[in-house]
T-cell receptor, first 113, second 111 residues
Framework: EADIYQTPRYLVIGTGKKITLECSQT?????MYWYQQDPGMELHLIHY???????EKGDLSSESTVSRIRTEHFPLTLESARPSHTSQYLC????????????FGPGTRLLVL | SQQGEEDPQALSIQEGENATMNCSYK?????LQWYRQNSGRGLVHLIL???NEREKHSGRLRVTLDTSKKSSSLLITASRAADTASYFC???????????WGAGTKLIIKP
C-alpha cells in the first residue's frame, strides 16, 4: 500500500457549495497529480505539480484549482460545485525522474446534487 | 489526449484460465506500465517495461512489448477471483513526463 491519503473518501454536496479535496503523501515525492475518472472510464489529468509552488493544468479542462505550499500536501478546490463535477477524483505522486511508478490514493467519490 | 487503447474493453473468464489484455499506442515511448484498479479504488502499479525490453515477468504476470507494432500485452496466468479488476496501460512518452492512459480492460473472473 502506498503512503498517499485522500479525504474525504465520499462526499455528497449541494450545487454551489465550495469544497476542498485533500491529498497527502508521506513519501517525500516531488511530483503530484490529480486525475478525474468517471466509472469504468479512463483517467483524465486535471492538475499536476513538480514541487512546492509549482502547479500546472492538465489535459482536461477543469474548473478546479490546486495549491502546493508543502511537499506532502496537494489539495484540490472547487469554488462552486455543479452536478457536472460528479466523478471520482484520484490523487497520485511520483519521485523525480522519468519512467517511475505513480502511487495512487484511494480516491474521493464526489456527488453533486 | 489518450494514447493507449486497451482491447478488449471487457473480458470474462473462468477461474484458473489465462487472461490476455492488449494495449496499443500511437507515438514512440520510453516505457509502458500496467496498473490494476479494484472497483472504486485507486490504481496499483503492476509492472513496467522499458522500450528496449521485449518481455518481462512478475509472478503470474507476463508483459510483452512490440515497439514496431506499438503494442503491448498483459497475460495473467492461472487467474483467481481476486484478479477481478480493471487493468490500465500507461505510456511515458510526453515531454512533460506525464503518463498517458488507456481506457482500461475490465476483467471478471468467475469462480
Amino acid at each position: 500500500e502506498a503512503d498517499i491519503y485522500q479525504t474525504p473518501r465520499y462526499l455528497v454536496i449541494g450545487t454551489g457549495k465550495k469544497i476542498t479535496l485533500e491529498c497527502s503523501q508521506t513519501m517525500g515525492h516531488d511530483k503530484m497529480y490529480w486525475y478525474q475518472q468517471d466509472p469504468g472510464m479512463e483517467l483524465h489529468l486535471i492538475h499536476y505539480s513538480y514541487g512546492v509552488n509549482s502547479t500546472e493544468k492538465g489535459d482536461l479542462s477543469s474548473e478546479s484549482t490546486v495549491s502546493r505550499i508543502r511537499t506532502e500536501h496537494f489539495p484540490l478546490t472547487l469554488e462552486s460545485a455543479r452536478p457536472s463535477h460528479t466523478s471520482q477524483y484520484l490523487c497520485a505522486s511520483t519521485p523525480q525522474g522519468r519512467g517511475v511508478t505513480q502511487y495512487f490514493g484511494p480516491g474521493t467519490r464526489l456527488l453533486v446534487l | 489526449s489518450q494514447q493507449g487503447e486497451e482491447d478488449p474493453q471487457a473480458l470474462s473468464i473462468q477461474e484458473g484460465e489465462n487472461a490476455t489484455m492488449n494495449c496499443s499506442y500511437k507515438t514512440s515511448i520510453n516505457n509502458l506500465q500496467w496498473y490494476r484498479q479494484n472497483s472504486g479504488r485507486g490504481l496499483v502499479h503492476l509492472i513496467l517495461i522499458r522500450s528496449n525490453e521485449r518481455e518481462k515477468h512478475s509472478g503470474r504476470l507476463r508483459v510483452t512489448l512490440d515497439t514496431s507494432k506499438k503494442s503491448s500485452s498483459l497475460l495473467i496466468t492461472a487467474s483467481r477471483a481476486a484478479d477481478t479488476a480493471s487493468y490500465f496501460c500507461a505510456t511515458d512518452a510526453d515531454s512533460n513526463y506525464q503518463l498517458i492512459w488507456g481506457a482500461g480492460t475490465k476483467l471478471i473472473i468467475k469462480p
